[in-house]
T-cell receptor, first 112, second 113 residues
Framework: NAGVTQTPKFRVLKTGQSMTLLCAQDMNHEYMYWYRQDPGMGLRLIHYSVGEGTTAKGEVPDGYNVSRLKKQNFLLGLESAAPSQTSVYFC???????????FGAGSRLTVL | AQTVTQSQPEMSVQEAETVTLSCTYDTSESDYYLFWYKQPPSRQMILVIRQEAYKQQNATENRFSVNFQKAAKSFSLKISDSQLGDAAMYFCAYRTTNYQLIWGAGTKLIIKP
């Protein structure tokens, strides 16, 4: 059982380039989340989804877009990458009513 | 708004000894959950232990236990018989009533052999 899978694991971008991070879960979870983790800070919520076709903004949504066209996939897009978006990105999911999140292994993004 | 504070950026402990990591939080909610997550060098976030606010009994999971002081808004993690594999970043997190997680900045735990 794969759980939550994030691709790619590492990526280097130049300022202004675009990219998409893919999160896939095989647990039939309704809720999915994208967080970023920066040194000396806790995880901060970027966007989340409560079900297929729905998305909502989190604490730090600016500069990011998301889509949830299929229940198992949650995509995080950067339209025009900036150095401030250099971070480690985590995807997580949970089943409705559950308290515990299942996390992916993280994706390290560097924007030069 | 809820906040979570971990005041110890780094802690070290001798192998086989006991260490306590501190976490305080601020909230006006009465029903919530608190968590400790472990993040080893592999980056994987692993749930260590959780506590439901309405339960007075402190949660325990093998060598891991918490000291939950609701009135003081304190939620510390005690690791007994520390092992080399316990070396990691430890994050305290608070779950709001709408299921959002608020995270502390983390504590780096070093285990000395």
């Amino acid at each position: 059982n794969a759980g939550v899978t994030q691709t790619p694991k590492f990526r280097v971008l130049k300022t202004g380039q675009s990219m998409t991070l893919l999160c896939a879960q095989d647990m039939n979870h309704e809720y999915m989340y994208w967080y970023r983790q920066d040194p000396g800070m806790g995880l901060r919520l970027i966007h989340y989804s409560v079900g297929e076709g729905t998305t909502a903004k989190g604490e730090v949504p600016d500069g990011y877009n998301v889509s949830r066209l299929k229940k198992q996939n949650f995509l995080l897009g950067l339209e025009s990458a900036a150095p401030s978006q250099t971070s480690v990105y985590f995807c997580a999911s949970r089943v409705s009513g559950a308290n515990v999140l299942t996390f992916g292994a993280g994706s390290r993004l560097t924007v030069l | 708004a809820q906040t979570v504070t971990q005041s110890q950026p780094e802690m070290s402990v001798q192998e086989a000894e006991t260490v306590t990591l501190s976490c305080t939080y601020d909230t006006s909610e009465s029903d919530y959950y608190l968590f400790w997550y472990k993040q080893p060098p592999s980056r994987q976030m692993i749930l260590v232990i959780r506590q439901e606010a309405y339960k007075q009994q402190n949660a325990t999971e093998n060598r891991f236990s918490v000291n939950f002081q609701k009135a003081a808004k304190s939620f510390s993690l005690k690791i007994s018989d520390s092992q080399l594999g316990d070396a990691a970043m430890y994050f305290c997190a608070y779950r709001t009533t709408n299921y959002q997680l608020i995270w502390g900045a983390g504590t780096k735990l070093i285990i000395k052999p």
